[in-house]
């Protein structure tokens, strides 16, 4: 196998197992699932639960925002930048409430980067949000 190396940022919230936030092998970076979860807590920007743990209510524009700043974090650990992502996986909870909302976005923050993008819905994700994504980006700044 090619050199690889684990890549944690202590900025980005914490993985939610025994997981890097990525792996740089050769002149790539491949990030882990990164959620909108704020780092160093257990809150999720816009996400209201019940008692039990049951999600009540949250705002996607939230967590969209929230999400792609912690993917830019880890690309920073990296040593890597947001002009470096290639390809981006994306995991809706809700694409049919959620899509026009998160595709906004989308335009708003990949106006001049224009990774290849697949947004697919999910029955659910391993922590009380709504979106993820799974990217893969060169590893340094150089285009």
């Known amino acids: ?3 690889n190396k684990d ?3 202590t900025k980005a919230p914490e993985p939610v197992g025994l997981y890097p936030h990525a792996k740089q092998v050769g002149s790539l970076l491949f990030l882990s699932g990164i959620g909108p ?10 996400v209201s639960l019940s008692a039990d ?3 009540l209510h949250y705002d996607i524009e939230m967590q969209c925002r929230s999400v792609f700043e912690n993917v830019r974090l ?3 650990a990296a040593g ?4 470096n992502l290639i390809d981006v996986t994306v995991y809706l909870t809700n694409i049919k409430d959620d899509f026009a909302t998160y595709n906004k976005l989308w335009s ?3 106006s001049t980067v224009m990774p290849c993008r697949t947004t697919v819905e999910v029955n659910a994700l391993p922590t009380p949000i709504a979106i993820e994504l799974k990217c893969i980006a060169l590893a340094d700044h150089k285009k």
């Open 1 to 3: 196998m090619a050199d």
């Open 7 to 9: 890549i944690m940022s």
């Open 37 to 46: 979860r704020k780092p160093g807590t257990k809150e999720i920007p816009g």
């Open 53 to 55: 743990g049951k999600i």
């Open 74 to 76: 880890v690309l920073e």
């Open 80 to 83: 890597s930048s947001w002009d």
């Open 108 to 110: 708003e923050y990949f």
